[in-house]
């Protein structure tokens, strides 16, 4: 599948928006985060802004995206009309919680129990969001590497981990801490880790879909190689479908995506338990730096490697 | 509306006879000419002049080679949208552009309300969505639903405009659902068949396989002795000779 | 809910009706048209070519007609020729000066005028034009087309394929298609396949290449190239061994039983016998004497030797062709190796055609009569058909190969008999038909018109266009000891010829529609070469090019005077009977081009222009005697007014002043509205009696004779043995009074043999086959053929490069694979292109889709396009001439018979491209450059206009 930047970044950046937004309305139920107005400020406006930044991207992807509000109607089939309905719907919590969190209430003070409803709301307002994001590929049985129930679950995982990649740097950046908090960020590294490794070994042993000889009723003649193309340039399907990427390219990139989105955030991570203010500082941050970029990457490869059946049609043996 | 209709009244579909298709293309420019101007105008196209081609069409139409070798056989395989009875592209759609229509089973995109969001197209094996790159709406075959029931066309015209041009007779136009179609009973009698029918969406428009090629003639069983036996070959002389005395005999009864 | 949707929409605000020009099939089409703009094409279900289908060319039609690569107006050419500096100037000053080198030309030597028009469909006008100019030196693009069809077929049976005829596909029992088809009578081809296939009746392919046809044939028969003559003739041969050859229909139909002299050396050897009438003899088995081969009532013998009068011996010629084709040398086992097909597979087919014909036989019982006026209340068919086209056509022996086809019909009693190959009338003609090519000394004077039209059909050396020593006198060599058989002229050789001046120069070259510095040439870059060879003096050989073009060709750039011609469906036309007709077996048809839209731009039907210049130029028959134009109204004038004898017409139908005859009558003012009311063509259905064995139907023939087909209601009795032809031989052989020159004799006794024969093609022949090993043939995809479809923003889209198609197991043994860049070397040059595997080809044989590469600058294209960076041409490496002969010579690469170009006998030798990384094909040439080229659209959203609601 054509990786489009526009997708990577709403995915990417939304999923870290829901996951930071998730932690502090957990740090705010369970009162470990403490009012205060200018880390409200900071994690709420980084929340939304990474929620709402990725939506509007997501839109730049769009055709007509002055129509994008037709999106929300079809939520009784669609993944994709629901997850925009989730996304507008945890808008409402999450933004009266903030709006509670940071003007109202003294510094310092515990949550009230509407605030605790909103947050308790907005947690799960964004998980179901994060969820409806994954399902939208995970629902499509043309994607051998998308359909998978493993997907969904990875979009809410990736989401919260790299949320508590940005959540903790944030703790170190404003002085704030959370007792254990570096274990809840390490723990969402190692699961996350294991749910993507988990996810590659799935897509390696699966079998193809589809091949030349099923998708045109042919294989009880022989075998079906492409002899003339339909069309001599590529047309959309192919540009929009049919991207290709070398086996070689995909191991070099796994390798990397452990690297930057799992194992380099995990020690910037463990630096923070062991290291002072200054290195726990300097750690969550390159564990933010390497995850932004290694979580680019998973999301890249995560398009770049699927093979949608279609490309049976166009000359793949198999897909 | 992207839930599906539980029943549809029609299920109107292409039945094409791989058989006898020798891809000529004219139901490709056919679709692509009558569509450009009609419920999707237009079908745009990219750098139409220049190094990289592209544009929006309905129908196209691949050419393959099965088996090995000398045995292999061609096929030209037209691909277009199926109007299947249960496809995820329309369920997948989040604005409802995308629909099935209960009437005929026809499925449509709504180019008025269609924001481009290209899912439709990823959740289609087939590959009969094609997004319009400079309209930014999804396209797809119609049927020529502004064909078929078009009351400004002689009855004998509203079929697709594909059906309409194909010089073969290849492609085939009417209602699968109804037994007695002749559609039909083209599919009974030749064995139509589902592409990739694992999946389940339940195709409406059939493809008929290629028939076994064959050496001989048909009718009649070839005799496989590579001697002549006619009874002029039983004369004496040479061989001439006896050529020349079978056209006498011949001619002379 | 469901969005309502609009089920009725508004088609069009009229439709009009005219015939399609994006080939040479000539479909009926109708053409919507909404607030001007064309919005849809589809055919016309009342036309008798295409029932209301139409081809994905005929569909893209639109893209055509809006095309950037138009010209828009009149050009002179201000530098270098290929340098594109023009000036635009006025109709009035390009018609001027046309008329003033024209009309010195005509004052002077009407010689000097070379006119060839490419894929004219208006031959009846133009041939005409240049008999009434006075110059000998005109045709069209047959001679690299199809001459060797045609001329195959008139001087065998009176009729070809094709526009000629067809296969009876709704009767035919088996039917056996050779080599490529695609190109011509699309549609009617296609319809009938799709007949054949609901029918169930086996097709049988014989092609190098298995595509298009042949990928629905139920038998691939993948022949090596130039050897389907010899396919043929082991058929022929089989046939004989199994005694299944139609004696009756032979005996009845054909010359078989004719008599031909044996006496060696002497001046009658090989002629026919004849008595004191002329008639041709045969031994009449019944009275034991000769008769005339004419008369009805005799029971000739196939066999023996009789004595004739004079003492001389003679035989029949079934003898000669048994003698031939029954001995060993054409037996299945002989020719197996060389073509590529197994003996077993030969003695098969062999086996199903005459099952076919004689186990399948069709009785219909309709009453006939034939020529001598005997009724049979019955019509007897041998449902055996078959089509040849281009790949028979293009290949040195490709007049030898079409005999042997027809011979292989006629053997069958398949030849216009219920279910085997119909005659589509005007034909049967007689064979050849009676019209012989005008030109010879004496015939071409100053200001002074030709006293026949410049093609015909010669029957013997003393109809030849030479001079006394036996030189042409046609600038191609037309009807010279080069091609005598030249039936459509040689326009690949006229380049190579006037720049060279042999046989002499020319002083103005007019073309119209011939790409001939591109996909129309053989040695391309030599072509280019002559187009601008210089004088000392600095003057170009070749002084004055006037082309007329509607589109911005490769060749247009090396005009001195370009004439912009519109689009198909802005101009008038008419496809005549005069000349290529449109018709079907039951009844004749012609039709009508009507414009359905105004240009945009100042460009004029070359038709038009050139009744035009006929007059400017006073020619006799564009001229009133006061000296005022007579077709002031242009090509619709001259297309109702014209009368080519008293009663004969471009149109045949809706004649007479109250427009009820049809083919003779007097021209009918209101005739051009006739054919508009009818879908823009008339159509004469035959009656049943006349529907079969035309050329002996008494109620056909006297029919045809009395509508102008044909001169006399005599049957036309099939020429098996071709007496012109050993004419030609005798004549080499030192008898009778116009003999070819010494160098000449050697080829002409040889090809020119009375009964077909095969040989090897001249190129492979001619090298060492281990050099070049492989086969190198060319098609034009179906979506393209004879439509000059890389213009056309949506058949682009389908075909923008093309790659060479190799047999996989080939490839793989010379280590190639799937898109590897090679060398393809010729004898005379090499040229870089992609390859593409496939299983389908004859392992000896590489092909591409022809035309599909495009020099840079042209058909209104960016540079970069594929078709200029990727695709290639096959025509580089083809030699218009073949290697030297003792003495100096160079024939032209063409059949020795009809010189009919011999581009589909390339050989060639690949190599892989190594070391060169660029993924370009070569060779390049420099861009062309266009001086008033549009901005062309970065997108196209043409049906925009036609929407109801804004985007």
Redesign the interface.
């Known amino acids: 599948m054509h990786p489009a930047y526009s997708v990577i970044f709403f995915t990417t950046a939304s999923g870290a928006g829901y996951g930071v937004l998730s932690l502090t309305a957990i740090g705010i139920i369970s009162g470990l985060v403490k009012r205060d107005m200018t880390f409200g400020l900071v994690a709420f406006g980084i929340a939304l802004g990474l929620i709402t930044a990725g939506l509007l991207s997501s839109t730049a992807h769009l055709g007509r995206p002055e129509r994008a509000w037709r999106a929300f109607s079809q939520w009784r089939s669609s993944w994709l009309s629901r997850e925009g309905v989730m996304a507008v719907a945890t808008y409402v919590p999450a933004g009266l919680l903030a709006i509670l969190w940071i003007f109202t209430g003294a510094p310092g003070s515990a949550a009230t129990s509407f605030e605790v409803v909103l947050a308790l709301l907005a947690v799960i307002g964004s998980i179901i969001t994060l969820y409806c994001t994954g399902m939208i590929y995970a629902s499509l049985r043309t994607i051998r590497h998308w359909n998978l129930s493993i997907v969904p679950i990875n979009y809410v995982v990736f989401g919260l981990m790299t949320g508590a990649v940005l959540f903790g740097f944030l703790l170190h950046l404003f002085g704030e801490s959370i007792e254990g908090f570096f274990w809840i960020t390490a723990l969402l590294l190692a699961g996350g880790l294991a749910m993507k490794t988990l996810y590659w070994m799935h897509v390696d042993a699966a079998k193809p879909i589809s091949t030349a000889e099923n998708a045109t009723g042919l294989g009880h003649i022989g075998k079906v190689?492409p002899?003339?193309a339909?069309?001599?340039?590529k047309?959309f399907v192919m540009r929009e479908m049919g991207y290709e990427i070398a086996r070689k390219h995909v191991m070099r990139l796994r390798n990397l995506t452990y690297l930057l989105a799992f194992g380099l955030p995990l020690l910037g991570t463990l630096a923070t338990i062991v290291g002072g203010t200054v290195m726990s500082l300097f750690g969550s941050f390159f564990a933010l730096a390497t995850i932004a970029v290694g979580i680019f990457i998973e999301r890249w490869l995560f398009f770049a490697e699927a093979e949608h059946v279609v490309n049976v049609y166009y000359g793949a043996e198999a897909a | 509306?992207t839930t599906l209709p539980e029943t549809t009244q029609k299920k109107l579909g292409l039945v094409i006879?791989l058989?006898?298709?020798?891809?000529?293309?004219?139901c490709?420019?056919?679709c692509?000419?009558?569509?450009?101007?009609?419920?999707s105008?237009?079908?745009?196209?990219?750098?139409?002049?220049?190094?990289d081609?592209?544009?929006t069409?309905l129908n196209r139409v691949h050419?393959y080679?099965v088996?090995?070798?000398?045995k292999?056989?061609?096929?030209?395989f037209p691909r277009s949208c199926l109007h299947c009875e249960e496809p995820d592209c329309v369920t997948v759609c989040p604005t409802g552009a995308s629909?099935k229509?209960?009437e005929d089973g026809i499925v449509?995109v709504?180019p008025?309300?269609c924001i481009g969001c290209k899912l439709c197209s990823w959740a289609c094996p087939y590959g009969a969505r094609e997004y319009d790159y400079?309209?930014g709406v999804m396209r797809k075959c119609t049927l020529c639903?502004?064909r078929i029931?078009?009351?400004?066309?002689p009855e004998?015209?509203r079929v697709p405009?594909c059906v309409?041009?194909?010089?073969?007779?290849?492609r085939h136009f009417g209602d699968v659902a109804d037994p007695q179609s002749d559609v039909s009973k083209l599919v009974a009698d030749r064995e139509g068949y589902d592409l990739m029918a694992d999946f389940g969406y339940k195709p409406q428009n059939k493809y008929l396989p290629?028939?076994p090629?064959?050496?001989?003639?048909?009718?009649?069983a070839?005799?496989t002795s590579?001697e002549?036996t006619?009874k002029?070959h039983q004369t004496p002389g040479s061989?001439?000779e006896k050529?020349?005395s079978?056209?006498?005999q011949?001619?002379?009864r | 809910?469901?969005?309502t949707?609009?089920?009725?929409?508004?088609?069009a605000d009229e439709i009009k009706t005219t015939t399609c020009y994006m080939c040479a099939c000539r479909c009926g089409i109708r053409v919507f048209l909404?607030n001007g703009d064309v919005?849809?094409?589809?055919?016309n279900?009342d036309h008798p070519v295409?029932k209301?289908?139409?081809?994905?060319?005929?569909?893209?039609g639109?893209m055509q007609h809006y095309a950037?690569s138009r010209l828009t107006a009149p050009l002179k050419r201000v530098g270098e020729r290929g340098s594109g500096d023009y000036e635009e100037i006025s109709w009035e000053e390009a018609l001027s000066l046309a008329t003033e080198w024209l009309g010195e030309v005509r004052s002077t030597d009407p010689r000097k005028l070379a006119l060839f028009t490419g894929r004219d469909q208006s031959q009846a006008l133009t041939g005409w034009w240049a008999s009434q100019f006075g110059t000998p030196n005109f045709a069209a693009h047959g001679g690299f087309c199809s001459v060797n069809m045609a001329a195959g077929g008139l001087y065998t049976f009176g009729g070809s394929f094709w526009e000629f005829g067809e296969p009876d596909w709704e009767k035919t029992?088996?039917f056996l298609l050779f080599g490529v088809a695609?190109d011509h009578a699309?549609?009617p081809i296609?319809?009938g396949?799709?007949?054949l296939?609901?029918r169930?009746v086996?097709v049988a392919a014989v092609n190098p290449v298995?595509?298009?046809?042949?990928?629905?044939a139920?038998?691939?028969i993948?022949i090596k190239p130039g050897t389907d003559g010899l396919f043929v003739a082991a058929l022929i041969h089989e046939l004989?061994?199994?005694?299944t050859v139609d004696?009756?229909y032979l005996?009845r139909y054909t010359n078989a039983p004719w008599l031909v002299i044996q006496a060696p050396g002497t001046a009658d050897d090989g002629l026919f016998a004849r008595d004191d009438e002329g008639n041709p003899l045969v031994h009449d088995?019944t009275s034991g004497a000769l008769k005339s081969g004419l008369l009805p009532d005799v029971?000739p013998?196939?066999?023996?030797e009789f004595e004739l009068a004079d003492g001389k011996k003679a035989v029949p010629v079934?003898?000669l062709m048994?003698?031939r084709y029954?001995?060993g040398v054409y037996s299945p086992e002989r020719v197996a190796a060389q073509t590529g097909v197994p003996a077993?597979?030969i003695?098969?087919i062999a086996?199903?055609l005459a099952?076919?014909a004689f186990?399948?036989e069709i009785v219909l019982d309709v009453e006939w009569t034939d020529w001598a006026g005997r009724t049979h209340d019955k019509m007897i068919g041998r449902p055996v058909s078959m089509h040849a086209m281009r790949g028979i056509s293009a290949h040195s022996n490709g007049f030898n190969t079409c005999r042997l086809i027809h011979l292989l019909q006629i053997l069958l009693g398949s030849i216009d008999c219920p279910g085997g190959f119909r005659y589509k009338p005007p034909y049967p003609k007689a064979i050849p038909p009676h019209l012989k090519p005008a030109g010879k000394l004496g015939e071409v004077a100053p200001d002074t018109p030709l006293p026949g039209a410049p093609l015909g059909f010669v029957e013997g050396p003393e109809d030849l266009l030479v001079d006394e020593a036996g030189e042409p006198l046609r600038i191609d060599k037309a009807y010279s000891w080069d091609a005598p058989v030249a039936a459509h002229g040689l326009m690949h050789m006229v380049l190579n010829n006037a720049a060279k001046k042999d046989p002499y120069g020319i002083d103005v070259l007019l073309m119209y529609m011939a790409n001939m510095s591109w996909n129309s040439s053989m040695n391309v870059p030599g072509v280019i070469k002559y187009l601008t060879d210089k004088e000392e003096d600095g003057s170009y050989t070749i002084p004055k090019i006037i082309y007329s073009d509607a589109y911005f060709s490769e060749m247009v750039p090396y005009a001195d005077l370009i004439l912009p011609d519109t689009t198909y469906l802005e101009r008038w036309d008419c496809i005549s009977l005069l000349d290529r007709p449109i018709s079907e077996p039951d009844g004749p048809a012609d039709s009508i081009r009507q414009p359905v839209v105004t240009p945009d731009r100042d460009v004029r039907p070359f038709q038009d222009v050139m009744i035009d210049l006929g007059s400017r130029l006073k020619l006799p028959g564009f001229t009133n005697e006061d000296g005022s134009a007579k077709y002031p109204g242009g090509y619709p004038d001259y297309i109702v007014n014209h009368e080519r004898t008293p009663g004969v017409g471009p149109l045949a139908g809706w004649r007479g002043e109250d427009g009820e005859s049809f083919g003779k009558g007097a021209p009918n003012p209101d005739q051009l509205e006739r054919y508009i009311e009818n879908g823009c063509f008339h159509k004469h259905h035959l009656e049943d009696h006349q529907l079969y064995f035309k050329h002996a139907n008494k109620g056909y023939l006297e029919w045809a004779q009395s509508v102008g087909f044909i001169g006399s209601a005599d049957p036309v009795v099939f020429q098996l043995y071709s007496e012109p032809l050993q004419k030609f031989r005798l004549a080499a052989q030192g008898h009778g009074a116009q003999l070819p020159p010494k160098h000449h004799r050697r080829r002409i006794e040889m090809f020119f043999d009375p009964l077909p024969f095969w040989y090897a093609p001249f190129e492979g022949a001619s090298l060492d086959e281990s050099d070049f090993p492989m086969h190198a043939i060319t098609q034009r995809p179906?979506?393209m053929y004879h439509s000059w479809g890389s213009?056309n923003?949506?058949?682009?889209?389908?075909?923008?490069?093309n790659k060479l198609f190799m047999n996989?197991?080939r490839a793989e043994q010379m280590d190639l694979a799937d898109n590897d860049w090679v060398w393809i070397y010729s004898h005379i040059g090499r040229v870089k292109a992609q390859i593409a595997l496939?299983?389908?080809v004859n392992p000896h044989t590489v092909w591409t889709w022809n035309a599909i590469g495009k020099r840079k600058g042209t058909w209104?294209?960016?540079n970069?396009?594929?078709e200029a960076?990727k695709g290639f041409l096959l025509n580089h490496l083809i030699s218009e001439l073949l290697p030297e002969r003792d003495g100096g010579y160079r024939y032209s690469n063409s059949d020795p018979i009809t010189g009919q170009a011999a581009w589909y006998d390339l050989r060639v030798k690949i190599e892989k491209a190594e070391g060169d990384a660029a993924e370009e094909s070569l060779p390049r040439f420099e861009p062309l450059h266009r001086p008033n080229q549009k901005p062309?659209?970065?997108?196209?959203?043409?049906?925009?206009q036609?929407?109801e609601?804004p985007?």
Request: net charge negative.
């Open positions: 190689r002899f003339e339909a069309h001599s340039t047309n | 509306m006879d058989d006898t298709c020798v891809g000529c293309q004219a490709v420019t056919s692509k000419e009558w569509n450009t101007g009609g419920y105008a237009p079908l745009t196209d990219q750098d139409p002049y220049g190094a081609p592209h544009g069409w050419a080679e088996g090995d070798g000398a292999s056989q061609a096929v030209h629909y229509r209960e449509l709504n008025d309300t400079k309209v639903v502004d029931y078009n009351d400004n066309l004998e015209d405009a309409r041009a194909c010089p073969t007779g290849a290629p028939r090629k064959r050496n001989g003639s048909g009718v009649q070839i005799e590579d002549p006619t002029a061989a001439l050529l020349f079978w056209a006498d011949k001619l002379s | 809910m469901e969005p949707i609009d089920r009725s929409p508004d088609v909404k919005r849809y094409i589809e055919g279900r295409n209301g289908v139409l081809c994905g060319k005929g569909s893209a639109i950037p029992e088996y695609e699309s549609n296609k319809m396949l799709g007949k296939k609901e169930g086996k298995r595509s298009g046809y042949g990928a629905i139920d038998e691939w993948g004989f061994e199994a005694r004696l009756d005996v088995s029971a013998a196939l066999n023996g079934f003898q048994a003698e029954a001995s077993e597979d003695r098969r086996r199903e099952e076919a186990e399948k179906m979506h213009q923003a949506w058949l682009r889209q389908i075909t923008a490069q996989r197991e496939m299983e389908g209104g294209l960016d970069d396009a594929p960076t062309r659209p970065d997108e196209l959203e043409f049906g925009a036609f929407r609601t985007l």
